[in-house]
């Protein structure tokens, strides 16, 4: 039995630059065939001598052969894996952890609400969903972010607007004076799409203040916890189990989580420092 | 005659009010219109007007002493833009600007004030419409200011 | 049934004769430094002889006993978590090759081992981290080679430290199951000797090999009487009724910080915890850049980078930190893994250097809920 922790090394078939600081790298499947993910899991992507991160799967799940994982230059590691080109080499494990709830979104409204990289571990639901697009009512997209040069899948949004019928909104927090788009909270954007709160399913992914606050204006709105999903983050090493690094309060995000329904991290979700 | 009576009801910051403060209201309205790029109040100028819009983006600005403007806000279609009529000495604290072309109603501050100091349950009704929606954008502003989606260098 | 038989003292210099044609380790305690530690043993002159430990918060001193007793003492501050998982480990290498890299992995340890001397709440610990390890959808193979292998001689303690309360968790101070062979020491002013039994096929195979005879009733009686009276002896309490709501119901409870005026967050609970597993990765490359490492060590959620995220600590004050710990220990561990992960082994409390005592803080918690706390939950003002 191999170790978990051991990785395989993989090649990079392609890579995409998102924007200044971010850029997507497919990376050969351990299959060729079959689906590579379910949406909102993630892999633990290694860089040759420098360390392993994290990273949401960002693709089309149903794509063979190849895994997308769009990461921004934060750090050391997500340095160095923003600076790899085709033909290199990855250590990847994974795919690992829970995933987007789409078989429950059939026959109903769907929300997505992103913010700032979470638009990535939403994508892969963007793309589940359409796929069947005639199965669900209204999908509205929220897309928050910090500033016009820091959005992602520009080209793409256009076309799930066009093509897909979305409700796809972007918003940022401050814009130049040419920007032409939505400026405040993404929650701003909320009642300028139309959705029905008693028979929707929404989905959060983004930075924890920006999801609290999400959650609350769902709730207002009339949508029930159980029908609530949002992604939690910690600190995490192995994505196994074994650390212990990213348990948050009785769960652990890389097998409980990533993607938790509100209603099971309700009683814990606004404590601080937990 | 045509009033803007069935126009200002179907607004969702006057949606339900009582049929005597739609009428009191009503005496204050006009329709207005602005263009792509068109400023429709300045900072420092006088507050003299409250806007309901109909149709169209307004952006919120504020200009820093040196460098460009930033967007701090956009409104919309049934949003509202401007409470300083109501906050004294009544000048506005920001510069609005149309972003496309925009529809919205106006509402003159001074005959507004006179109503509700005439008319204290109409000012009560305008004042718990207005007041959360202040409070919101406070918060807005607030979380906009956490820089939530910014990238954060590792403390040494 | 298993019987019960007698083993006298010169019959561990047999066993381990027995263990090692086996091929096994022999490891167990020996005084090191003023402490007992596990380690690997020659022979039975290495077992801590005629000594006892003083056990308190903040308080650990070993002193001579008169009768000679081989286990005459309680737990010390290692566990043979060391053993099972070790501290710090290769995980693996990997190599560039041109373009391109490749890894491999560490190859597994053969070393298997005897524990000699395993206390009850020992045991249970072992069981505890099996769930951690091995219990999941994914299995550490070091770990479960280590552990399957290990040969377990469970020591029944006939005395009980000042930090002790296995009695609270139900973990203790009889060994029940889990062990190979356990052995209850009986000595005094006529006799020093081990009633012994069987706990596995494994153990009854290696107590065959040894000098035994039929267990007399009367041994068996003293042996019985001992282990009760290490029962009736328990340093400490912890009252466990309710405690994972009486916890999960109070993150805001000043209690969390006044504990935390105390507390240095130096980890010392957690490296002494017998159950504690969490771990770290650190990566080494050599200075060609050729050569890269990854090992993994022991961590703990006392240290600030534990909880690191996006440019600072999601746990950054001590408060928080000493919560989690606790929070899990006593809660949020059943959530995860359906029992407990304490073993009311003692150890944090008597290596805390400032004696935080977590029966203690537990039963603070208990005594005190939060102003205003009862009517918060039935609604009213």
Known sequence: ?274 | ?156 | MNQKLTLPPDGLERLFEVLKERGFTVVGPTVREGAIVYDRLASPADLPRGITDEQDGGVYRLKPRADGALFGYVVGPQSWKRFLDPPVKRLWRAERDGADFKIVPEEPDQETFAFLGVRSCEIHAMAIQDRVFTGGEHKDPGYEARRRSAFIIAVQCTVAGGTCFCVSMNTGPRSESGFDIALTEIVDAERHLFVVEAGSPRGREILAALDTRPAEADEMAEAEKRIAKAAAQMGRTLDTEGVHDLLMQNPEHPRWGEVAGRCLSCANCTMVCPTCFCSTVEDVTDISGDHAERWQKQDSCFTMDFSYLHGGSVRASTRSRYRQWLTHKLATWIDQFGESGCTGCGRCITWCPVAIDLTEEVAAIRANPPAGAESIKKGKP
């Open chain 2, 1 to 156: 005659m045509k009033t803007l009576e069935p126009i200002l009801e179907e607004h969702p910051f006057f949606r339900n009010l009582e049929k005597c403060h739609l009428e009191l209201v009503v005496g204050c309205a006009a329709n207005v219109r602005f263009e792509a790029g068109q400023f429709i109040f300045r900072e420092g100028e006088p507050a003299d007007q409250f806007y309901l819009i109909r149709q169209g983006k307004v952006a919120i600005e504020i200009s820093p002493p040196q460098g460009e403007p930033i967007i701090m806000q956009t409104l919309s279609e049934g949003e509202i833009l401007g409470w300083s009529w109501l906050v004294p000495p009544y000048h506005w604290q920001f510069d609005a600007k149309a972003v496309e072309l925009t529809r919205a109603i106006t509402l003159d501050g001074k005959c507004l004030r006179k109503k509700c100091q005439e008319d204290h349950s109409l000012g009560y009704e305008l004042l718990s419409r207005l007041v959360p929606i202040i409070g919101k954008s406070m918060e807005a502003a607030r979380l906009q200011l956490l820089d939530v989606y910014g990238v954060k260098p590792r403390a040494s």
């Open chain 1, 1 to 274: 039995m191999i170790h978990p922790m051991v990785p395989e090394v993989r090649r990079i078939k392609r890579v995409y630059r998102e924007n200044h600081n971010t850029v997507t790298l497919a990376v050969e499947a351990a299959e060729a065939a079959g689906p590579a993910c379910l949406p909102g899991q993630f892999n633990m992507l290694y860089a040759f001598g420098v360390g392993e991160v994290p990273i949401s799967l960002s693709g089309d799940p149903a794509e063979p052969g190849v895994q997308h994982h769009t990461i921004r230059d934060v750090g050391a590691v997500t340095r160095a894996l923003t600076r790899l080109k085709r033909g290199d080499s990855v250590g990847v494990r994974g795919p690992f952890g829970s995933a987007w709830p789409i078989a429950s979104c059939r026959g109903r409204d769907v929300v997505l609400i992103a913010g700032g990289i979470g638009i990535a571990p939403l994508r892969p639901a963007i793309y589940a969903l359409l796929r069947e697009r005639e199965r669900y009512g209204e999908i509205a997209l929220l897309y928050g972010a910090r500033a016009r040069e820091d959005l992602l899948f520009g080209e793409e949004m256009e076309l799930w607007r066009g093509k897909y019928g979305v409700q796809a909104r972007v918003t940022v927090d401050s814009a130049k004076w040419d920007w032409k788009g939505n400026v405040g909270v993404v929650t701003a954007l909320l009642p300028r799409v139309r959705f029905d709160p008693a028979h929707a399913v929404a989905m959060i992914c983004g930075p924890e203040v920006m999801m609290r606050f999400s959650v609350l204006e769902l709730k207002n709105l009339g949508m029930e916890d159980r029908n609530i999903h949002v992604t939690l983050e910690r600190n995490m090493k192995c994505a196994v189990g074994f650390c212990g690094h990213c348990q948050y309060g009785p769960t652990f995000i890389c097998k409980d989580g990533p993607v938790f329904s509100f209603d099971r991290v309700r009683s814990i979700f606004g404590v601080r420092e937990l």
